[in-house]
């Protein structure tokens, strides 16, 4: 199986139907086969083969999507990097992957690094406009490049990272075609859809892009940084499912005028990548006229559950799982039939294959089939899931686990805060105590200390952090959740 049948079946069913659009230029699906069959030409005579390891470089828009599939007709594996990144990062991760060809942007040509062994890039101007940097060594057959064409490896996603560095994480052609037709079924994504995606792509063929391509719909990809780029894409090709983080649904509802009347006509608001904060969906439905559902999901897994229900009870939960076994690990039941906190535990098709650098297979890492994914959540007696934390992040006072997310929720909930981050910090007397660093609200006057003391109000002392910090910002990772490592 490769993911180019994905533009071998769409050529046949819906030729002239517009596939993709960025706020640049649009394809039909006719127009992407062929620019993906032109442009794979091109990489083969460039020397890229089947197994190759291939780093990507390219702004949000339909040139990434047209080299993703371009690589995928050749078996080589996309390795999606991000211009936001810096060139000493892009030449870390090129000596950790080790690279066989990169393929950018040239706008991007400074930040790839340059080494005398390597030939001299080169610019190929159709299909559409990338520049090549061949490794220029010998394609030999080595057991790493014979393991992931034994994989099928279509791409190397990274973890969030978080709370560590990230782990190169290897995605196969069937994993990932399972996870598109997951997303497609779930939200009932069809012919005459518009798919907005304003989330970053943190590795080629991210489940909700192809979901769009599977079936027939269009994809929108949107700067998440420029809403008035979004609600002109929005009002050109019209919008009726949208995949955004929290912070970008903040910066529309930020954004003076055109929101509301641009998203009218917007069937389905998917919230993904960081937590989602109770007085964002309570403005948002109030500004825009609708909720926002509360996606989960992990890189290593795709989409585990969602929360479609609208139901005031279920506000904050994840939901039920969608197209996966899921259950608690180490959790006790109680009496009244709701489950204590537990690892959330994942079961099922579209599960990654294995981690790259070092190596690990896939059946080294997961617990008679159950993948742990590292987060700490309830479920309740309806079958609903709700993420309280992190395994790692867990802070004991003395003895008592207090969870991080608890206190964040208490702060977000303060109309002063726009973020916030609780973490453990070493204390003499308790061991641990909680400590805050929070993000004001564009104009916001307010002092830590009556923030502090709107939490003391509202939670025991023990969870009460010892001191706020107000931040100008949070750090993030690509996917927009925050980076508690470094704020620690």
């Known amino acids: 199986m490769n993911l180019f049948s994905i533009l071998e079946r769409a050529l046949e069913i819906w030729p002239d139907a517009i596939a ?6 649009r394809m039909t699906y006719r127009e992407l086969h062929a620019a993906a069959e032109s442009l794979a030409g091109e990489l083969r005579r460039a020397g890229i083969q089947e197994g190759d390891k291939v780093g990507v470089l390219f702004p949000r828009g339909v040139e990434e999507i047209v080299v993703c599939f371009a690589v995928a007709r050749l078996r080589g594996i996309v390795v999606q990097l991000s211009p936001a990144s810096k060139s000493a990062e892009i030449a870390r991760l090129s000596e950790r992957l080790i690279f066989d060809s990169l393929v950018y942007d040239p706008a991007h040509a400074l930040l790839i690094p340059r080494r005398q062994s390597n030939p001299p890039s080169f610019a190929v101007d159709q299909p559409i406009r990338v520049s090549i940097q061949p490794s220029g060594k010998q394609h030999r057959a080595s057991p790493e490049r014979e393991q992931l064409l034994k994989l099928n490896a279509a791409a190397i996603g990274f973890s969030s990272g978080t709370t560590s560095e990230s782990k190169a994480i290897i995605l196969s052609h069937d994993a990932l075609l399972a996870r598109a037709r997951a997303e497609s079924e ?22 909700p892009t192809t979901a769009a391509l599977v079936s027939g ?51 389905l608001f998917l919230s993904t990548g960081s937590r989602l904060p109770d007085s964002l969906v309570d403005e948002f439905r109030l500004r825009v006229g609708h909720g926002i559902a509360n996606r989960y999901g992990l890189n290593e897994c795709g989409m585990v559950c969602v929360n479609l229900s609208g139901d005031a009870k279920t506000r904050g939960s994840i939901g039920r799982p969608a197209g996966y076994e899921v259950k608690l690990h180490g ?4 009496s009244q039939g ?10 099922g098709a579209g599960m990654f294959d294995g981690y790259l650098s070092p190596w690990r297979v896939r059946e080294e890492l997961l617990e008679q089939g159950w993948f742990h994914t590292g987060d700490l959540a309830t479920r309740d007696k309806d079958g609903c899931y709700w993420i309280v934390g992190r395994c790692k992040d867990m802070i004991n006072v003395s003895g008592l686990k207090v969870v991080p997310a608890e206190i964040e929720d208490v702060l ?15 204390h003499p007397r308790f061991g641990e105590v909680p400590h805050a660093k929070i993000k004001l609200v564009t104009g916001s006057l307010a002092h830590h200390a009556e923030i502090l003391r709107y939490v003391r109000d509202k939670v025991a002392f023990y969870k009460s952090p010892r001191a706020i910090e107000i931040v100008d ?15 620690r």
Request: charged share 20%.
């Open 186 to 207: 779930c939200f009932s994504i069809a012919p005459g859809d518009g798919v907005l995606y304003l989330l970053s792509i943190t590795y080629g063929f991210a489940p």
């Open 20 to 25: 993709l659009a960025d706020h640049q230029r």
């Open 338 to 347: 709701k489950e204590l906190s537990g690892e959330l535990m994942v079961r």
């Open 473 to 487: 910002q949070l750090p993030k990772t690509l996917s927009g959740k925050i980076k508690s490592a470094e704020m």
């Open 331 to 334: 959790a006790s039941t109680l």
């Open 217 to 267: 719909a269009k994809l929108l990809i949107g700067d998440a940084g420029a809403p008035q780029r979004i609600l002109r894409i929005v009002g050109k090709y019209g919008a009726t499912v949208v995949y955004a983080a929290p912070m970008v649904y903040r910066m529309i509802l930020n954004e003076s005028g055109g929101a509301a009347e641009s998203l009218r006509n917007t069937r």
């Open 412 to 426: 977000l909930s303060h109309p002063d805060v726009e973020e916030a981050l609780v973490f453990g910090v070493a």
